[in-house]
């Protein structure tokens, strides 16, 4: 089985400029959640997606939002990019709500 | 609030050396514990996870970590480390209200030769 795949991997982008990342799950994994990883605020939650509805969703500008299609593929939106935006963003999936998260590669966005 | 201290942002230990990382917990209800590992550059790998029943759990590479309640702790363990154990290690617990995992600030281990 495929794992939890996320595009693109790397990303540049200039200060005022917005991003769409995009999330695959595992087959069959309907839950999928976002997290920011910078090396000062470590593991940040973003926002959680079941079956297209988002249940929940961190701390954070509503410059950032987020989506679930019907195949459970996900998708984030940065708009007007800050330098802090920097960050490895991860892409998780689990099955249900209280199985363990499988997590993706990242996708590491630079902002400039 | 939920919330997860790893203590140790750093540790060196020697190859062939046994390793514990520490991590306690706040919550509220019984807990789902995981640890995970990343590489530099890459996402999280799950080590184990303790949702019920036996408090030691074995995971991969053969790591192992012992829920304690009384204690709130879940302790990560490895009778004997190897050079590509070096990563850095989060301790994790799932909050099931949330639909989150709320995650450790992460230790980073160094493995001499």
């Known amino acids: 089985k495929a794992g939890v795949t996320q595009t693109p991997r790397y990303l540049i982008k200039t200060r005022g400029q917005q991003v769409t990342l995009s999330c695959s799950p595992i087959s069959g994994h309907r839950s999928v959640s976002w997290y920011q990883q910078t090396p000062g605020q470590g593991l940040q939650f973003l926002f959680e997606?079941?079956?297209?509805?988002?249940?929940n969703k961190g701390n954070f500008p509503g410059r950032f939002s987020g989506r679930q299609f019907s195949n459970s593929r996900s998708e984030m939106n940065v708009s007007t990019l800050e330098l802090g935006d920097s960050a490895l963003y991860l892409c998780?999936?689990?099955?249900?709500?209280?199985?363990?998260?499988?997590f993706g590669p990242g996708t590491r966005l630079t902002v400039l | 609030a939920q919330s997860v201290t790893q203590p140790d942002i750093h540790i060196t230990v020697s190859e062939g050396a046994s390793l514990e990382l520490r991590c306690n917990y706040s919550y509220g209800a019984t807990p789902y514990l995981f640890w995970y590992v990343q590489s530099p550059g890459q996402g999280l790998q799950l080590l184990l996870k303790?949702?019920?029943?036996?408090?030691l759990v074995q995971g991969i590479k053969g790591f192992e970590a012992e829920f304690k309640r009384s204690q709130s702790s879940f302790n990560l363990r490895k009778p004997s480390v190897h050079w590509s154990d070096a990563a850095e290690y989060f301790c994790?617990?799932?909050?099931?209200?949330?639909?989150?995992?709320?995650f450790g600030a992460g230790t980073r281990l160094f493995v001499k030769a």
């Open positions: 994790a617990v799932y909050d099931t209200g949330g639909f989150k995992t709320i």
């Open positions: 998780a999936s689990s099955f249900g709500s209280n199985n363990e998260q499988f």
């Open positions: 303790y949702f019920s029943g036996d408090t």
């Open positions: 997606y079941f079956s297209e509805t988002q249940r």
